[in-house]
């Protein structure tokens, strides 16, 4: 099923406590200003089930580790590690500073 990213910011979230510190200026305090605009989940409803299984992670945010991937020339493996322990990959992907977003 499509998992959905929520409109509502938390307080918590590393691009509210940590984006003077990556960056605004930054390439990945750039992504979390853009959180919502570039990538809509709805936008990849088709790809998925809609009525089985469980949520997914969001197309939003596989679409913007695609972006982290591409420009810190990183392979999958790195991938999860960063968006695990990289406070600059929390910031882009507006994650809480304690969330491993992938499996």
């Known amino acids: 099923m499509l998992g959905l990213r929520t409109n509502q910011r938390g307080m918590f979230?590393?691009?509210h406590l940590y984006l003077d510190y990556v960056g605004r200026s930054s390439f990945?305090?750039?992504?979390?200003?853009?959180r919502g605009q570039l990538f809509n989940d709805e936008e990849?409803?088709?790809f998925y089930c809609l009525n089985n299984g469980r949520d997914s992670v969001?197309?939003?945010?596989l679409a913007t580790v695609l972006?982290?991937?591409?420009h810190d020339k990183v392979s999958d493996d790195e991938?999860?590690?960063r968006a695990d322990?990289?406070?600059?990959?929390?910031?882009a992907l507006g994650i809480a500073v304690d969330d491993k977003p992938f499996g």
């Open 44 to 46: 990849f409803a088709e």
């Open 13 to 15: 979230e590393a691009d």
């Open 28 to 34: 990945y305090g750039f992504l979390a200003g853009q």
């Open 67 to 70: 972006l982290l991937q591409t």
């Open 85 to 91: 322990f990289d406070i600059r990959w929390k910031v």
């Open 58 to 61: 969001p197309p939003s945010m």
């Open 79 to 81: 991938v999860k590690a």
